[in-house]
T-cell receptor, first 113, second 114 residues
């Protein structure tokens, strides 16, 4: 049981380049989330999804896009990377019952130069 | 929208002493509350949660938390801290009647001094 798997684990991008972060979960969870973690800022929600084919904006959605074409996958895209997007990105998933805890991936460390 | 405040940046405690990490929350309805721990270069691990019922919730590794509705708080506690408890601790909240968002605080670094 792999849980939540994020790909890649590390990446360095040049300003203006694009990339996609992949999150895959094998727990049949309905809800999936993308967060970014920055020193002193905690975890801030970028986008989330409450089911296959649905997405919604979180606190800091600008500069990011997401897709949930399959229930087990949640993709985070950066169309034109900026240095301000240097961060550690975490994906999480949970069941659709609101009182259930979320499970987190190991994180993707992204540096934009 | 729901939010969480963790007022202290760092909590220092001597090994064997009680540990408390503070959390206050804001929601429009009733809250579901969670505590997570993060070790260096790792993802977040779930510790415990409050759903309803007993205000004192017990979780993993000897941690517990007390829900106080009047003070809108959910402080994490451990009676006797271990050096291995040194980590980053996050409080999180979902609004029971809300938008399915899971909102986190900024985290507290706990340092247990041998």
């Amino acid at each position: 049981n792999a849980g939540v798997t994020q790909t890649p684990k590390f990446r360095v991008l040049k300003t203006g380049q694009s990339m996609t972060l992949l999150c895959a979960q094998d727990m049949n969870h309905e809800y999936m989330y993308w967060y970014r973690q920055d020193p002193g800022m905690g975890l801030r929600l970028i986008h989330y999804s409450v089911g296959e084919g649905t997405t919604a904006k979180g606190e800091v959605p600008d500069g990011y896009n997401v897709s949930r074409l399959k229930k087990q996958n949640f993709l985070l895209g950066l169309e034109s990377a900026a240095p301000s997007q240097t961060s550690v990105y975490f994906c999480a998933s949970s069941y659709s019952v609101q009182n259930t805890e979320a499970f987190f991936g190991q994180g993707t460390r992204l540096t934009v130069v | 929208a729901q939010s969480v405040a963790q007022p202290e940046d760092q909590v220092n405690v001597a090994e064997g002493n009680p540990l408390t990490v503070k959390c206050t929350y804001s929601v429009s309805g009733n809250p579901y509350l969670f505590w997570y721990v993060q070790y260096p270069n790792r993802g977040l691990q779930f510790l415990l949660k409050y759903i309803t019922g007993d205000n004192l919730v017990k979780g993993s590794y000897g941690f517990e938390a007390e829900f106080n509705k009047s003070q809108t708080s959910f402080h994490l506690k451990k009676p006797s801290a271990l050096v291995s408890d040194s980590a980053l601790y996050f409080c999180a909240v979902r609004d029971m009647g809300g938008n399915n968002r899971l909102a986190f605080g900024k985290g507290n670094q706990v340092v247990v001094i041998p």
